[in-house]
């Protein structure tokens, strides 16, 4: 009985099911291919300017730093820490009393030697006459050989003897311009007209002297007046900077404001850092600030005539090339796809031969009549935003440019999509 009851529903059921398909199928709702909703955008020109970005600090363009040349105790300290000095101002003065007795010895030595060289040249005038007078006897042969040959060799070391002297009397004078350079050199001045941007070392304090070994690095003297950035550009990126580049410069102290500046030295020599399996190797490159870019920022009223001070961060935006009027697309719309290498003839089953036959191009895909096209491009510069086209697209076509994830992996040639604006898209990901 139970059997016989189901039946009718049983039948009823499938006769839904089946009205059901053919609505569906009329509807279009079974058999239509899954469209995946994407962003497009119409490919336009406009001008791409390179930005390459990199971290580095200010420092100034022209800044001393000060040894002195001899050791001993500060006695005199003219300065103090962002003092202005101009070039040859006193800025201290180092205990002299050593050099001073060693300067007076070498005059002593300096007379004395002189002394000695008057003694030669006396005894010289004396055995020059008295091998004169044998000379004379000898030929009259009133002396034997032997006491003209005394005579002329005792004259000769008279020579010798005054020669010596003399080479003495300048070794002395050598001795006394060094011990009055030594002296010289116990009072430091400025080298260069700037500013005290160190101080190290206090009065009372002993130094020691750079003659045999480092000496103490007193303090630094700084032209403030130009400052540059030490960045460090990666070595992928450093072929494409040249010298008078010009730079956007963010100094972290001025928050919303960007400053000029020119590319003014390119390291040749690498800095590698890291350990060997994660070295990171970058290149020095100097950056100067241009004074016109941050003047309103200068207040002599106010003693603030330089903004930067030494060891501020700083990030810099180097242009290195601009193109006007260029194809570009978005970044994101650019990904990549393997290509079976065109120049390859010959096929084979092995898989590693297969892999070697490929290749990976750069490609957009277009939205054409409700499906995606996929181009091959070639690609120029790009800025933060887009990228050039060199060569691949026209003005005017619709390039699918989000979402990403779609373009990097799930599109391919010719698939279903369909058209909605970006915040709906954005939203429907939300």
């Known amino acids: 009985m139970k059997k016989n009851r189901m039946l009718p529903l049983a039948i009823v059921l499938l006769v839904v099911i089946i009205a059901l398909l053919v609505v569906g199928k009329k509807a279009g709702w079974i058999g239509k291919e899954l469209a995946i909703s994407v962003a497009t955008q119409k490919v336009e020109s406009k001008t791409i300017t390179e930005y390459i970005n990199a971290n580095g600090k200010i420092q100034p363009e022209t800044e001393v730093k000060i040894s002195p040349d001899v050791s001993g105790e500060i006695i005199e300290l003219y300065v103090a820490e962002g003092d202005q000095v101009n070039a040859g101002d006193p800025l201290c003065v180092i205990k002299p009393d050593i050099y001073i007795s060693a300067l007076n010895r070498a005059e002593a030595a300096l007379n004395s030697s002189k002394a000695r060289q008057a003694q030669a ?9 008295a091998f004169k007078r044998a000379q004379q006897l000898y030929q009259t042969n ?8 005394t005579a002329e060799a005792a004259f000769k070391v008279a020579e010798a003897e005054v020669r010596a002297a003399r080479f003495s009397v300048k070794s002395a004078e050598a001795s006394v311009a060094e011990a009055q350079e030594q002296l010289t050199k116990t009072r430091i001045y400025a080298p260069i007209t700037g500013t005290i941007s160190s101080l190290n070392v206090e009065k009372g304090e002993r130094v020691v002297g750079t003659s045999m ?3 103490t690095e007193m303090m630094v003297v700084a032209d403030l007046d130009k400052m540059e950035v030490q960045a460090e ?9 040249s010298l008078n580049d010009t730079a956007l410069i963010e100094v972290d102290a001025y928050l919303n404001r960007k400053f000029k500046g020119v590319v003014t030295e390119i390291a040749n020599s690498a800095k590698v850092s890291g350990t060997t399996t994660d070295q990171v190797t970058n290149f020095d490159v100097k950056v100067l600030l241009l004074h016109d870019s941050y003047a309103d920022l200068i207040d002599s009223t106010a003693r603030k005539l330089y903004p930067f001070r030494p060891g501020m961060s700083a990030t810099v935006d180097i242009r290195t090339n601009t193109r006007e009027d260029v194809i570009s697309v978005p970044i994101a719309s650019v990904t990549t796809r393997i290509f079976k290498d065109d120049k390859t003839e010959e096929t084979t089953d092995s898989d590693k031969e297969v892999k070697a036959n490929e290749k990976r191009n750069e490609v957009v895909f277009l ?4 499906r995606a096209k996929q181009v091959k491009v070639k690609t120029g510069i790009q800025d933060n935003v887009s990228i050039e086209i060199v060569d691949g697209l026209e003005t005017g076509d619709e390039v699918i440019i989000a979402p990403y994830n779609a373009i990097s992996k799930t599109l391919n040639d010719s698939m279903a999509v369909k058209v909605v604006s970006e915040e709906e898209l954005f939203k429907g990901e939300k």
């Open 233 to 241: 550009v990666n070595e992928n990126d450093i072929v494409k900077v």
């Open 121 to 129: 040249e006396a005894q010289q005038i004396e055995r020059e006459l």
């Open 142 to 149: 009133t002396i034997p050989v032997s006491e003209f040959e």
């Open 367 to 370: 939205h054409k009549d409700g």
């Open 213 to 215: 070994m480092v000496g």
